[in-house]
């Protein structure tokens, strides 16, 4: 069940899951979250970001979220040469490679972002990571 009273969603797929985004590789995550002091339109909007098959590290942005991933009015390149794109979840008590609230119903404690550059100009493979945590998890 979502929360519709606040607004949140997540939905983590990993790479061995069934993904949404067609040619993706590695793992995705999409989410629903709420912009504060935007009053032209819905409040509640979608994004995503994926690695696509090219290597390019994808966002999907949506205004007025409906909740279906497949629909989408932007999807953007953000930037090339990525080598791996890794999204793990806590649950409070495990960090665990996928996450959907629909099941749950719940978003995660924090989502660990890792991001692997390809070699370029002469510099080495790179991998870089953080973890985000959410504040709005229960």
């Not at 999409?30 to 690695?51: N, T």
């Amino acid at each position: 069940m979502i929360d519709s009273s606040r607004g949140f969603y997540c939905l983590g797929i990993d790479s061995l899951g069934e993904h949404l985004r067609q040619q993706s590789q590695n793992d995705e995550l999409f989410f629903v979250y709420s912009i504060a002091g935007e009053s032209q339109s819905s409040d509640i909007v979608e994004a995503g970001y994926w690695l696509n098959a090219n290597g390019a590290f994808m966002r999907h942005f949506q205004k007025d979220a409906d909740l279906d991933f497949n629909t989408f009015l932007r999807e953007d390149a953000l930037f090339n040469n990525v080598k791996g794109l890794d999204f793990k979840y806590f649950d409070n008590t495990a960090w665990i490679d996928s996450w959907d609230s629909r099941k749950n119903g719940k978003l995660p404690r924090a989502v660990k972002i890792e991001i692997v550059l390809g070699a370029e100009q002469g510099l080495p493979e790179q991998k870089f990571s953080t973890t985000v945590y959410v504040p709005t998890a229960k």
